[in-house]
């Protein structure tokens, strides 16, 4: 039997990094007066990018306290240098119940990916000082190491699903916009691999392994969704499946004593819910959780 432990902030199995303090970086700005033109609520990141993507007359925003303005060329601090949250490089293990730090990252960055292959551990993309990184980082032996391997693309709040000893498949993510590709990253052949895309481009999403294939589900898509789609590891092609009752972005999925589940985030399934699939009707069950989770991240450990 296994249980689930769900954890705040960025900690993702035994190493962490990234923003230490909030999700988003409130950073007040010095600008003209006549720079910003209009305001809309919203307390999502990618969506103030987006919507400002859409609007011609748009070509910088400012982020914050729930609400995102539009600007005009004429601001004096553009996204890149607006979006600097404040990152960290430090990582620590779990020893005994107590954290303890290990070898820190080469660089500090968030909205990354880490995986587990084999014994090591995988970092992808992330941001790097405001702007969004193609590089990797592997933590082998104590020590990180930068790999000269390079995703296609700089791109943050994307997903990764190990799939053997020593590949790890990245999926959508943000870069210029939202993304729908999907690559395979071998760390002992040294190759990455672009596969066929994802039906539907999405960041912020979920992802897992069950039963040998790939699921991504959820995430942040113009704008939430509850779209699910899954991935054999035979014919490396996507096909779309049971959608989730709700629409989720920022959650965490897992698979939890044989089931597939999708923990809190944001969206209409509430931060304090979790969906699991049921392979025998077909459907998702709606359970739950004692608390609101959001940007956390999920491991699945044996029962003691």
Same mark, same amino acid.
């Given at each position: ?158 997903? *990764? ?5 020593? %590949? @790890?498949? /990245?999926? =959508? +993510? ?7 590709? #999907? ?22 999403? *979920? ?5 040998? %294939? @790939?699921? /991504?589900? =959820? +995430? ?7 779209? #699910? ?34 923990? =809190? +985030? ?7 819910? #979790? ?30």
């Amino acid at each position: 039997m296994l249980n689930l432990l769900i954890l705040s902030l960025c900690v993702v199995l035994t190493v962490y990094g990234g923003d230490a303090s909030t999700p988003f970086f409130k950073k007040k700005l010095t600008r003209s007066t006549n720079a910003c033109f209009k305001s809309i609520e919203t307390e999502n990141l990618i969506e103030c990018k987006v919507e400002c993507s859409t609007d011609k007359t748009c070509q910088t925003f400012n982020f914050g306290e729930g609400k995102c303005e539009f600007c005009s060329g004429s601001t004096s601090e553009n996204y890149e240098s607006m979006y600097s949250p404040q990152t960290h490089k430090d990582c620590f293990k779990n020893k005994e119940g107590v954290w303890v730090p290990v070898a820190s990252m080469n660089e500090a960055r968030h909205a990354f990916q880490m995986n587990t292959v084999g014994s090591k551990f995988l970092i992808t993309g992330g941001f790097i000082n405001g702007v969004s990184s193609d590089s990797m980082e592997l933590y082998s032996g104590g020590i990180w190491t930068k790999l000269e391997l390079k995703l296609s693309s700089g791109v943050h709040n994307h997903c *990764g699903v190990t799939i053997s000893e020593s %590949e @790890v498949i /990245v999926t =959508g +993510g943000f870069g210029d916009r939202i993304l729908k590709t #999907v690559q395979k990253i071998d760390i002992t052949t040294g190759l990455v691999v672009s596969l066929f895309p994802l039906i539907k481009a999405r960041t912020t999403h *979920g992802c897992g392994l069950y039963n040998g %294939e @790939v699921y /991504v589900a =959820g +995430g942040y898509a113009e704008p939430g969704t509850n779209h #699910v789609e899954v991935l054999s590891l035979e014919t490396w092609k996507w096909t779309a499946f049971t959608p989730m009752n709700n629409d989720r972005r920022d959650f965490s999925m897992a698979v939890l004593d044989g089931y597939l589940a999708a923990f =809190g +985030g944001d969206g209409s399934g509430g931060r304090r819910s #979790v969906e699991i699939y049921n392979f025998t009707t077909g459907s998702w069950e709606t359970r739950v959780l004692k608390s609101d989770h959001l940007f956390h991240a999920t491991v699945t450990v044996p029962c003691v």
